[in-house]
């Protein structure tokens, strides 16, 4: 089991950066890989990166491509996501979450296993 605690939220303005850290217990955490999904009001969560468990594989969704860069240190038991260039519309709750599935890219909610609490983005115009 594994467990994941999301830091580096906040308050930015449009066109501004953020970095998100996910930092995870255990001392497996290179059997996983890992996955960041984010939640808006009144939305469903959906997708936005997921990396393998070596980091030599990466996904996104189209909306994130190109601004948003996922990233993971197995040493320090720690993935992160980069974002760039953000939008009002990137706001929402993100969540990363940690697969044991056979096969990359996961981007399917349902198919993983443990999830962080989430944390806040907030992306003024």
């Known amino acids: 089991q594994v467990q994941l605690v999301e830091s580096g939220g906040g308050l930015v303005q449009a066109g501004g950066s953020l970095r998100l850290s996910c930092a995870a217990s255990?001392?497996?955490?290179?059997?996983?890989?890992m996955g960041w999904f984010r939640q808006a009001p009144g939305k469903e969560r959906e997708f936005v990166a997921a990396?393998?468990?070596?980091?030599?594989?990466?996904n996104y969704a189209g909306s994130v491509k190109g601004r948003f860069t996922i990233s993971r240190d197995n040493a320090k038991n720690t993935v992160y996501l980069q974002m760039v260039s953000l939008k009002p519309e990137d706001t929402a709750v993100y969540y990363c979450?940690?697969?044991?599935?056979?096969?990359?890219?996961?981007?399917?909610?349902?198919?993983?296993?443990?999830w962080g609490q989430g944390t806040q983005v907030t992306v003024s115009s």
């Open positions: 979450a940690a697969d044991t599935n056979p096969w990359f890219p996961v981007v399917t909610m349902t198919e993983y296993d443990y």
């Open positions: 255990g001392r497996t955490f290179s059997s996983y890989d």
């Open positions: 990396i393998s468990r070596s980091g030599g594989g990466t």
